[in-house]
């Protein structure tokens, strides 16, 4: 694919250069389109946002009404180099971010809910009702924010209880009957305590995508319910404390990905242990769900074809934190922990097919080999010795994938500042973080009677094809320091250091069960009397390696090989920066910044090596923020990045069965430009833009198997060495782009005031955005790439007179357009050595209208 050059990139956008924020407070309707400075704490103090010497974005509540941003995948539209994806989860800036969600493996952005640090992103999405502010900081943050921040880091600013009494709610409707309320009170219990109670729930019946088996519509439905109660107090002079504690309960039909490509219609497509599904659309007297036998998705990507509905649920989600400060003569000491719990599961059709039942046939006689009966040897020998018992097996294929993940974690920040009017500001810091994880994934066939009853082997109830288990323990700690010294009026120096120590520790249990597939008892040679056989002890590995902690153990009642995992890393982080500010409007700095990531294992899988060493990352950054009156706000950055170990996953082949392993990246390079810019022309028109141009490439890397590609046949694969054992060629990945590096990325929002009187004002807004295609996959081929796609919103506003009432409508994705925001391949039998694509989708047009009331 043609990527235009850096330079070319930058010097096009160079008169739009970057801009600090899209980020607005209120000032009076005569006023309203001005520059205003939004305050900050993306380096842990209140600063401007013009002068923070790091790149970052700011959403306000006024802005993300205004452009009717309501999820982590709308910030990604309007901020340079932020991607999300919602189909697994993970979010990515610069290109670094979370690769896999395997137990075992860390997030590259950290994700922070009022400067405590999260392990999800749930905190990003939650209302502006709620939020005041969110801040987006690009490149690594190892210093203040540490752990996982390597890519940068998402802060979130709840709205606090309030000095006076208040009362506010809002009511909206949307199409895919989509209904939802939110409600809160907020003020004074005594002149030193305030409270706040609030609350929301939201319906949305409908579903984006159709199934044509006659299931439910998939893809955005949810029943989601939220509470949270804050006390703010002073309990004392130059002492503050802050509490809040909420709960979330959500059902989802949570669909975001769809089949792209043909069924392949092999008996047993490459991976399976367990017969395939389209095979059985050739077999005579099949039954199925509904009446397709051809993937819809590959005439319209928003229509599939499922037996299993897609079901996930959130229960007890609990979340507890605390912020206290003691502002001492010179110095705050401040303290910042919080507690979540939480238990995910889920479940969905694994097959894209509506197959309920076949049969499969008999192989056909030998007669070169002296067989007179159909069925092959076995039959053949029943037959003759027994009598007629040998008959075809009936097939009840459907495949199910069943996650289930309950997750405990707590974090505690202990910091010392510096509150004096002086040349030198430093803060110094300890942190600590425990986390409790337990995953489950469950491949399921439990459909087929024989799935339950394994050939002299332990009962398999579940009914899965495979069962992989891990719980694991994490510890981490961190001692930091950072300190900016103003050595002149202008001129700023900045240096920290952060020393990291992780731990983690735990266990692993997998089992796998084949049907069919083993010579000698396969479904066309034994046919209703092949059993299912218990493929675990041939398929985990018993070799020593780092991070085993025990040997491998099967446990006779379930069949479960378990195995005990354990190691630690520390890393030490830091920046050093300068920063030049000659004028009050005008801002330079230059940064070196080292991030760091844990190592992590490879959990679930009990593979030949399940440790993955510790991830680095080296930056390199140049920026400017200037201001030109109270109009035009600039901003431009340019980061050069050198990784040293980066953890990418790749499917494997172990032992006949496909693992998603995460190996570390020998040596890679990533580059950028970008560029923000508001410009206010009058006081009633508002413009901002934003772009951003990312490169990236692997330099060292060899040798993996493209498991879609596995003989190495693509036009740009770079085969070496010869091939292995299993039949695979491996493969140099030098001069592959990153996964999730989009190479060029353009947000636009035009927004104009209406001054309306005695009946208020109204805010019409527009907003363009496009996205490049984009490479999913480290081995950057058709299967793993998303094509590029735009998308248009239209918003309004109006506010009554006193701002008590406001009206906001919208219509996102104006034009229906198809986005995506991953891609993965899987390898076909028929045609043979080709591929299929899945696609992780974007919400289709969605519209709607709320009412706002403020008491």
Same mark, same amino acid.
């Given at each position: 694919?043609?990527?235009?050059?850096?330079?070319?990139?930058?010097?096009?956008?160079?008169?739009?250069?970057?801009?600090?924020?899209?980020?607005?407070?209120?000032?009076?309707?005569?006023?309203?389109?001005?520059?205003?400075?939004?305050?900050?704490?993306?380096?842990?103090?209140?600063?401007?946002?013009?002068?923070?010497?790091?790149?970052?974005?700011?959403?306000?509540?006024?802005?993300?009404?205004?452009?009717?941003?309501?999820?982590?995948?709308?910030?990604?539209?309007?901020?340079?180099?932020?991607?999300?994806?919602?189909?697994?989860?993970?979010?990515?800036?610069?290109?670094?971010?979370?690769?896999?969600?395997?137990?075992?493996?860390?997030?590259?952005?950290?994700?922070?809910?009022?400067?405590?640090?999260?392990?999800?992103?749930?905190?990003?999405?939650?209302?502006?009702?709620?939020?005041?502010?969110?801040?987006?900081?690009?490149?690594?943050?190892?210093?203040?924010?540490?752990?996982?921040?390597?890519?940068?880091?998402?802060?979130?600013?709840?709205?606090?209880?309030?000095?006076?009494?208040?009362?506010?709610?809002?009511?909206?409707?949307?199409?895919?009957?989509?209904?939802?309320?939110? =409600? @809160? &009170?907020?003020?004074?219990?005594?002149?030193? *305590?305030?409270? !706040?109670?609030? %609350?929301?729930? /939201?319906?949305?019946?409908?579903?984006?995508?159709?199934?044509?088996?006659?299931?439910?519509?998939?893809?955005?439905?949810?029943?989601?319910?939220?509470?949270?109660?804050?006390?703010?107090?002073?309990?004392?002079?130059?002492?503050?404390?802050?509490?809040?504690?909420?709960?979330?309960?959500?059902?989802?039909?949570?669909?975001?990905?769809?089949?792209?490509?043909?069924?392949?219609?092999?008996?047993?497509?490459?991976?399976?242990?367990?017969?395939?599904?389209?095979?059985?659309?050739?077999?005579?007297?099949?039954?199925?769900?509904?009446?397709?036998?051809?993937?819809?998705?590959?005439?319209?990507?928003?229509?599939?074809?499922?037996?299993?509905?897609?079901?996930?649920?959130?229960?007890?989600?609990?979340?507890? =934190? @605390? &912020?206290?400060?003691?502002?001492?003569?010179? *110095?705050?000491? !401040?303290?910042? %922990?919080?507690? /979540?719990?939480?238990?995910?599961?889920?479940?969905?059709?694994?097959?894209?097919?509506?197959?309920?039942?076949?049969?499969?046939?008999?192989?056909?006689?030998?007669?070169?080999?002296?067989?007179?009966?159909?069925?092959?040897?076995?039959?053949?020998?029943?037959?003759?010795?027994?009598?007629?018992?040998?008959?075809?097996?009936?097939?009840?294929?459907?495949?199910?994938?069943?996650?289930?993940?309950?997750?405990?974690?707590?974090?505690?920040?202990?910091?010392?500042?510096?509150?004096?009017?002086?040349?030198?500001?430093?803060?110094?810091?300890?942190?600590?973080?425990?986390?409790?994880?337990?995953?489950?994934?469950?491949?399921?066939?439990?459909?087929?009677?024989?799935?339950?009853?394994?050939?002299?082997?332990?009962?398999?109830?579940?009914?899965?094809?495979?069962?992989?288990?891990?719980?694991?323990?994490?510890?981490?700690?961190?001692?930091?320091?950072?300190?900016?010294?103003?050595?002149?009026?202008?001129?700023?120096?900045?240096?920290?250091?952060?020393?990291?120590?992780?731990?983690?520790?735990?266990?692993?249990?997998?089992?796998?069960?084949?049907?069919?597939?083993?010579?000698?008892?396969?479904?066309?040679?034994?046919?209703?009397?092949?059993?299912?056989?218990?493929?675990?002890?041939?398929?985990?590995?018993?070799?020593?390696?780092?991070?085993?902690?025990?040997?491998?153990?099967?446990?006779?009642?379930?069949?479960?090989?378990?195995?005990?995992?354990?190691?630690?890393?520390?890393?030490?982080?830091?920046?050093?920066?300068?920063?030049?500010?000659?004028?009050?409007?005008?801002?330079?700095?230059?940064?070196?910044?080292?991030?760091?990531?844990?190592?992590?294992?490879?959990?679930?899988?009990?593979?030949?090596?399940?440790?993955?060493?510790?991830?680095?990352?080296?930056?390199?950054?140049?920026?400017?923020?200037?201001?030109?009156?109270?109009?035009?706000?600039?901003?431009?950055?340019?980061?050069?990045?050198?990784?040293?170990?980066?953890?990418?996953?790749?499917?494997?082949?172990?032992?006949?069965?496909?693992?998603?392993?995460?190996?570390?990246?020998?040596?890679?390079?990533?580059?950028?430009?970008?560029?923000?810019?508001?410009?206010?022309?009058?006081?009633?028109?508002?413009?901002?833009?934003?772009?951003?141009?990312?490169?990236?490439?692997?330099?060292?890397?060899?040798?993996?198997?493209?498991?879609?590609?596995?003989?190495?046949?693509?036009?740009?694969?770079?085969?070496?060495?010869?091939?292995?054992?299993?039949?695979?060629?491996?493969?140099?990945?030098?001069?592959?782009?990153?996964?999730?590096?989009?190479?060029?990325?353009?947000?636009?929002?035009?927004?104009?005031?209406?001054?309306?009187?005695?009946?208020?004002?109204?805010?019409?807004?527009?907003?363009?955005?496009?996205?490049?295609?984009?490479?999913?996959?480290?081995?950057?081929?058709?299967?793993?790439?998303?094509?590029?796609?735009?998308?248009?919103?239209?918003?309004?506003?109006?506010?009554?007179?006193?701002?008590?009432?406001?009206?906001?409508?919208?219509?996102?994705?104006?034009?229906?357009?198809?986005?995506?925001?991953?891609?993965?391949?899987?390898?076909?039998?028929?045609?043979?050595?080709?591929?299929?694509?899945?696609?992780?989708?974007?919400?289709?047009?969605?519209?709607?209208?709320?009412?706002?009331?403020?008491?």
């Amino acid at each position: 694919m043609k990527r235009p050059s850096l330079w070319a990139a930058a010097s096009a956008l160079a008169i739009v250069a970057t801009g600090q924020a899209i980020a607005q407070e209120d000032t009076d309707s005569s006023e309203v389109k001005r520059l205003e400075q939004v305050t900050v704490t993306a380096v842990k103090r209140e600063q401007s946002l013009n002068d923070v010497p790091v790149s970052v974005t700011a959403f306000t509540e006024e802005t993300r009404q205004e452009l009717a941003l309501d999820s982590l995948a709308d910030f990604a539209r309007f901020t340079p180099s932020l991607a999300f994806s919602s189909g697994d989860d993970r979010v990515f800036i610069r290109g670094v971010g979370r690769q896999t969600n395997t137990n075992g493996s860390d997030p590259g952005v950290a994700t922070y809910a009022d400067g405590i640090y999260d392990s999800s992103t749930s905190a990003v999405g939650k209302s502006d009702f709620f939020v005041e502010r969110v801040e987006i900081l690009r490149g690594p943050q190892g210093t203040l924010y540490g752990r996982n921040s390597i890519g940068g880091a998402i802060n979130v600013i709840s709205k606090r209880p309030t000095e006076t009494f208040t009362a506010e709610a809002r009511a909206g409707i949307a199409n895919y009957q989509t209904y939802e309320i939110e =409600a @809160a &009170i907020s003020g004074p219990l005594t002149d030193k *305590v305030r409270a !706040k109670l609030g %609350g929301s729930f /939201r319906d949305q019946k409908d579903g984006y995508y159709k199934n044509v088996a006659g299931g439910p519509s998939e893809g955005g439905a949810n029943e989601t319910t939220y509470a949270e109660f804050q006390l703010d107090m002073d309990p004392a002079e130059g002492f503050s404390l802050w509490l809040k504690a909420d709960y979330l309960d959500a059902s989802l039909r949570n669909r975001s990905t769809n089949l792209a490509s043909p069924y392949d219609p092999f008996p047993f497509p490459p991976g399976y242990l367990t017969p395939g599904n389209a095979f059985g659309y050739y077999m005579p007297g099949f039954t199925q769900a509904g009446s397709t036998t051809t993937n819809p998705g590959v005439d319209d990507i928003r229509k599939f074809n499922a037996n299993t509905p897609t079901q996930s649920n959130v229960d007890g989600n609990y979340g507890f =934190a @605390a &912020i206290a400060t003691w502002s001492l003569p010179t *110095v705050d000491i !401040k303290y910042q %922990g919080g507690y /979540r719990i939480f238990d995910y599961n889920s479940i969905r059709d694994d097959d894209n097919t509506d197959m309920i039942s076949y049969t499969y046939p008999l192989d056909p006689a030998n007669i070169a080999a002296g067989e007179l009966f159909t069925g092959g040897p076995n039959c053949a020998w029943l037959i003759e010795n027994i009598g007629p018992i040998c008959a075809p097996a009936t097939i009840y294929p459907s495949r199910t994938f069943g996650y289930i993940e309950d997750r405990a974690y707590s974090s505690h920040e202990l910091t010392v500042q510096s509150t004096t009017d002086s040349d030198l500001w430093w803060i110094l810091g300890a942190y600590a973080y425990y986390e409790d994880a337990h995953q489950e994934s469950h491949f399921g066939n439990a459909a087929q009677p024989q799935m339950l009853a394994p050939f002299g082997a332990a009962p398999n109830p579940s009914g899965d094809y495979v069962t992989a288990i891990s719980d694991l323990n994490t510890k981490s700690y961190a001692v930091f320091g950072q300190a900016d010294y103003a050595v002149t009026d202008t001129i700023t120096l900045t240096g920290g250091l952060r020393y990291s120590q992780d731990e983690k520790y735990g266990s692993e249990q997998l089992r796998v069960l084949g049907y069919g597939i083993i010579p000698g008892i396969s479904l066309g040679g034994s046919g209703a009397l092949a059993p299912v056989i218990d493929l675990t002890a041939a398929t985990v590995s018993y070799a020593d390696a780092p991070g085993v902690a025990s040997a491998v153990e099967i446990d006779p009642a379930t069949g479960l090989a378990r195995r005990r995992l354990a190691a630690d890393w520390n890393a030490l982080s830091g920046v050093a920066g300068i920063q030049w500010q000659p004028d009050a409007s005008t801002n330079y700095y230059a940064r070196y910044s080292r991030g760091y990531k844990s190592g992590g294992f490879n959990a679930g899988g009990i593979s030949q090596f399940p440790l993955t060493d510790k991830e680095t990352l080296d930056a390199y950054e140049v920026g400017m923020k200037k201001s030109i009156g109270d109009q035009l706000q600039l901003n431009a950055s340019y980061f050069y990045y050198a990784y040293d170990g980066l953890q990418a996953p790749l499917d494997v082949v172990e032992n006949g069965v496909r693992l998603t392993r995460f190996f570390n990246i020998e040596d890679s390079r990533a580059q950028g430009v970008e560029l923000e810019a508001m410009w206010t022309p009058t006081d009633q028109l508002r413009i901002l833009a934003s772009y951003a141009y990312n490169d990236s490439e692997v330099r060292s890397a060899c040798c993996f198997i493209d498991v879609v590609d596995p003989l190495g046949l693509q036009s740009d694969a770079q085969p070496v060495g010869p091939i292995d054992a299993n039949g695979n060629q491996p493969q140099d990945l030098k001069g592959q782009m990153l996964p999730r590096t989009i190479p060029n990325k353009l947000g636009l929002n035009v927004s104009y005031d209406i001054p309306l009187g005695a009946n208020g004002d109204l805010t019409v807004s527009g907003n363009y955005s496009w996205q490049d295609a984009t490479y999913h996959g480290v081995f950057n081929r058709p299967y793993s790439e998303t094509e590029a796609f735009d998308q248009v919103d239209l918003i309004g506003v109006w506010k009554s007179p006193a701002d008590r009432y406001r009206v906001v409508g919208y219509v996102k994705n104006v034009f229906d357009e198809q986005g995506y925001d991953g891609a993965t391949g899987t390898l076909t039998a028929i045609p043979a050595g080709g591929s299929a694509t899945t696609l992780y989708l974007t919400p289709p047009r969605t519209y709607g209208v709320q009412l706002q009331v403020r008491f």
